[in-house]
C-alpha cells in the first residue's frame, strides 16, 4: 500500500465531498492523511464537518485580501506549515492562483465532462441546468490537475452517465455525485500510487 499523501481539502459548501474522502479513508484504506480543511466562508456546514472529524480547519475569506497574491498566499502558505503535499478541491468556489511550489499538485473535481459547461460561473446546479437546456445525451464529472485558468488543467479521469428524457437538473446533479463519490477517491488513489516525494 502506498504511503498516505499528505492534503489539504478546500471547500465553500456542506462538506459532502470533504465526507466523502473521509469515509474512503477510514472504510475503503485510501491513503490520504487529511493536515487541514481551509473554508471560503464561516457560515457553511463543510467547516463543523472537519472540526467534527478532529481536523484543523479555518476559514479564508477571499473578500479579506487585498490582492490575488495576498490571498494564494493566505491559503498555501497554512498549507506548508501543515505539511501538505497536495491540495483537493473539494465544491471550493472561489478562484485561488497556485503558487510555484504547489503546481501539479493541485486537483479539482468538476460536475461536467470537461470541455462542456465549464469555466467562469459554471457550478453546482448551473452546470447541470445548462446540460439539460442543451439537450446533452450524457454529462458525467471530470477530475483534473489545476491551473491559473477555471477548469482548465490536465484532466485525470472522467465518469459518464446518461442524461434521461424528462431528467430535472436535480436527478442529474444527484446521479453526477454518485460518479464524483467514486471518481475522487479512484483519482487520489491513482496520484497516491504514482506520487514519488
Keep these: 500500500m502506498p504511503q498516505p499523501l ?12 470533504l465526507k466523502n474522502l473521509i469515509l474512503h479513508r477510514d472504510q475503503h484504506q485510501l491513503p490520504i492523511d487529511i493536515r487541514l480543511v481551509i473554508s471560503s466562508s464561516a457560515k457553511v456546514a463543510g467547516v463543523q464537518v472537519g472540526r467534527d ?8 475569506r477571499q473578500s479579506d485580501f487585498a490582492d490575488s497574491d495576498a490571498y494564494c498566499q493566505a491559503m498555501f502558505g497554512p498549507c506548508r506549515d501543515a505539511g501538505v503535499q497536495w491540495v483537493v478541491m473539494a465544491g471550493f468556489l472561489k478562484h ?3 503558487p510555484d511550489d504547489f503546481a501539479g ?27 439539460i437546456k442543451r439537450g446533452v445525451q450524457y454529462s458525467g464529472c471530470t477530475v483534473h490537475l489545476v491551473d491559473n485558468e477555471y477548469d482548465h488543467g490536465p484532466i485525470l479521469l472522467q465518469r459518464v452517465c446518461e442524461v434521461r428524457p424528462g431528467m430535472s437538473s436535480d436527478e442529474l446533479a444527484a446521479a453526477v455525485f454518485e460518479l464524483e463519490c467514486e471518481a475522487l477517491p479512484a483519482a487520489i488513489r491513482q496520484i497516491a500510487n504514482e506520487y514519488v516525494v
Design 53 to 60: 472529524a478532529g481536523i484543523e480547519t479555518i476559514v479564508v
Design 105 to 131: 499538485r493541485v486537483i479539482n473535481i468538476h460536475p461536467s465532462l470537461i470541455p462542456a459547461f465549464s469555466g467562469h460561473g459554471m457550478y453546482g446546479d448551473h452546470v447541470h441546468r445548462a446540460a
Design 96 to 98: 485561488v492562483l497556485v
Design 6 to 17: 499528505n492534503i489539504a481539502v478546500f471547500l465553500s459548501g456542506g462538506g459532502r465531498t
